[in-house]
């Protein structure tokens, strides 16, 4: 392995701008992954490795022998990159997979996570790390707000943006594909016609559907949703964290 210990090399250069940049991931086509966790959840998933990065003193994996070139960092190059300071030991960049609505697998019982205008890469991540543990069948994000890769969401979704298979298009089109393919599609919103989560069924194949905080979901998901159910909250509080709301219905929908 070729050994590396200034910030000047151009791969760091690249690798910083990759780890730090949405355009540059997005123009490069590549992202990157910290710790052998992700990454071996990601090589589950079939995706592509282009680099490795290890820091000084750890021997190359043979797992990840020929899946790309790897580079040996010194301790202090590696640590002052490292998202996870002093807990990892390689990190590796990997090519970006396309996330199109045509590429989900659909069948009769798929349960599907539908996401409006996420901004906040933390919920993302706990979104997916949710949706996965909770054994749904894919996620969908209509009207992406923020790039899929962003390190954060890898980082909070402890991998679970490479378990679930994941779809993005705008909500127009999302809503297209849900009725094409049959969904009943179930909106969680403060609305005045909004039941109690526990009091409603839930039919399969089922779209539950959030939108944000702040906002709440695009008024055209009101006219193509068969039912809006709500999640009670005790005066003073008037709202859930999404990512709490979204794991609180989906395994409450696991269950029935």
């Known amino acids: 392995m ?15 701008l990759l780890m730090s940049k949405s355009r540059v991931r997005k123009k490069e086509g590549c992202f990157v992954v910290a710790g052998k966790r992700e990454l071996n959840r990601a090589l589950e998933m079939d995706y592509q490795i282009v680099t490795l990065f290890y820091r000084e003193g750890h021997e190359e994996d043979s797992i990840y022998q020929d899946l ?7 301790a202090k190059l590696f640590d002052r990159i490292s998202m996870r ?3 990892e030991e390689i990190i ?8 199109t609505l045509e590429e989900l697998f659909i069948s009769n019982q798929d349960r599907v996570l539908v996401v409006e ?20 069948e894919a996620v969908i994000i209509a009207n992406p707000k923020t790039d899929l890769y962003h390190p954060q969401i890898i980082r909070n979704s402890m991998g679970g943006v490479f378990s679930i298979p994941i779809a993005a298009d705008d909500s127009e089109k999302v809503i297209s594909f849900l009725e094409k393919n049959n969904f009943n599609i179930t909106a969680a919103a403060l609305h005045n016609e909004a039941k109690h989560y526990k009091r409603v069924k839930y039919q399969r ?6 939108g944000t905080e702040d906002k709440g979901l695009d008024p055209i998901w009101f006219k193509k949703v068969q039912q809006i159910v709500k999640i009670p909250v005790k005066f003073p509080i008037d709202s859930l964290n999404l990512s709490v ?4 219905l989906m395994y409450h929908c696991g269950e029935q």
Not at 68 to 74: T, W
Not at 92 to 99: C, D, E
Not at 117 to 136: C, V
Not at 245 to 248: D, Q, V
């Open 2 to 16: 070729k050994y590396i210990s200034s910030t000047q090399n151009p791969l760091i250069k690249k690798l910083s």
């Open 68 to 74: 790309g070139e790897a580079f040996e960092l010194s």
């Open 85 to 87: 300071s002093g807990s």
């Open 92 to 99: 590796a960049i990997l090519k970006v997979k396309s996330h």
């Open 117 to 136: 205008a996420p901004e906040k890469p933390g919920n993302i991540g706990a979104l997916l790390r949710t949706a996965a543990a909770a054994n749904w």
């Open 205 to 210: 194949p089922l779209a539950l559907v959030f």
């Open 245 to 248: 709301s979204a794991g609180i």
